[in-house]
């Protein structure tokens, strides 16, 4: 079974510019999140999309913004980059059934530099 | 809110020898704790999880982890490290969220490295 997918793994921006960064999740999955990792801030949590449904949201400003379509499939865009955008975005996928209890699995991350 | 706090930022152990990564934790309700792996330029590798039942669970690679009510604690361990353990490693705890579903709040990292 294939994992999850993100593209593009590498991408260089310009402050100002905006930028759409995609996730296939593991076939059958419905939940997706994404994740900021930074040095300085680790691991912060950015969204949750289930079933087309943005389902959580972390504490972030109005310029990280995501969706997710009909095939589970999900982007996440950030307009008006700022250099502290610079950072590992990585997505990650869970089969999100009944129990609640599932793990979530990682992509490999796309990592964005702003210039 | 839900934290999980690593006490150690890096952990250095000979290969062979046992080796323990630290975690506690802080939760309203039953915790939901996880262990990830990330190496180097590599998303995180799901290791183990705590839902209920048994206190040591036992995941991928040979780890293993202790979960401690009294001490909220979720330490992870290996009978003997391996130099291909060297690491990072994250414990996380399973937040549902205003929404409810699935939120991880991560523990800040402890970089493991096994030596010859």
């Known amino acids: 079974k294939a994992g999850v997918t993100q593209t593009p793994r590498y991408l260089i921006k310009t402050r100002g510019q905006q930028v759409t960064l995609s996730c296939s999740p593991i076939?059958?999955?419905?939940?997706v999140s994404w994740y900021q990792q930074t040095p300085g801030q680790g691991l912060q949590f950015l969204f949750e999309?289930?079933?087309?449904?943005?389902?959580n949201k972390g504490n972030f400003p109005g310029r990280f913004s995501g969706r997710q379509f009909s095939n589970s499939r999900s982007e996440m865009n950030v307009s008006t980059l700022e250099l502290g955008d610079s950072a590992l975005y990585l997505c990650?996928?869970?089969?999100?059934?009944?129990?609640?209890?599932?793990?979530?699995?990682f992509g490999p991350g796309t990592r964005l530099t702003v210039l | 809110a839900q934290s999980v706090a690593q006490p150690e930022d890096q952990v250095n152990v000979a290969e062979g020898n046992p080796l323990t990564v630290k975690c506690t934790y802080s939760?309203?309700?039953?915790?939901?704790l996880f262990w990830y792996v990330q190496y180097p330029n590599r998303g995180l590798q799901f290791l183990l999880k705590?839902?209920?039942?048994?206190?040591l669970v036992k995941g991928s690679y040979g780890f293993e982890a202790e979960f401690n009510k009294s001490q909220t604690s979720f330490h992870l361990k290996k009978p003997s490290a391996l130099v291909s353990d060297s690491a990072l490693y994250f414990c996380?705890?399973?937040?549902?969220?205003?929404?409810?579903?699935?939120?991880?709040?991560f523990g800040t990292g402890t970089q493991l490295k096994v030596e010859l």
């Open positions: 990650a996928s869970s089969l999100a059934d009944s129990t609640g209890y599932n793990e979530q699995f």
């Open positions: 076939s059958g999955h419905r939940s």
């Open positions: 999309y289930f079933s087309e449904t943005q389902r």
């Open positions: 939760v309203s309700g039953n915790p939901y």
């Open positions: 705590y839902i209920t039942g048994d206190n």
């Open positions: 996380a705890v399973r937040d549902r969220g205003a929404g409810g579903g699935n939120k991880l709040t």
